[in-house]
């Protein structure tokens, strides 16, 4: 079995911050999340918050963009269609975030990077949302995916799938004694997966380096 990290992995850039800012060409008013995510994204990065810290943090600024983008009369058109006056609540925020997703990798599959070929048992390990992440592995051809959880109902964030959560989240959805041959990642911080693992790898751009 082979395992990827996404982001900075198979993807070219962050792609949360890569669906926020296009997002904000339709509809500025999410411009108001930028300085907490921004503020999140550096304490992740760095090591620098707790995993409780990043869920209540996260989870609320997830929230209320994803509220922002499903209210947005602009992003609800780019599926090519007038919005629906008759769609209200739970209805409206599905169309508006599946809109703006699906167009999002319209223009965006381009940065999944070359060396990337899947195969239909590969299994992706990120700490991005299934609402956005899962559209891509679907035109990839790939169905397990083990990412950060969002209830579709509501857009409330359910599960955060990173630091020590990875592992535990891996296990729960592929199994217990599932065996890792190859574990793809950018960053360090995902050493408890490369332990798991039988041979592991640390991606920087387009260059491959095994350290297992």
Known sequence: MRVFD???????GESLFDLYMFSARYEPKVLRHLAPVLRY?????????TLAQMERGVGGVTCDYLHDVAASRRILRLDGAAPDAGLAGEAAIAEGVSALVNEFWNRHMDRIKPWY??????????ASFDVTVGEACRRLGLNRLVSSTV????????YLNFNTNKPKRFREV??????IDEFYTDSRFDQPMIDMARTAFMVSGNQITQVK
């Open 6 to 12: 996404f982001d900075g992995t198979i993807y070219d």
């Open 41 to 49: 994204a550096v304490q992740y990065k760095m090591g620098r918050a």
């Open 117 to 126: 070929e899947p195969r239909p048992d590969d299994v992706i390990l990120t």
């Open 151 to 158: 209830d579709p109902r509501t857009m409330r964030v359910t």
């Open 174 to 179: 592929v199994g217990p004694d599932t065996v």
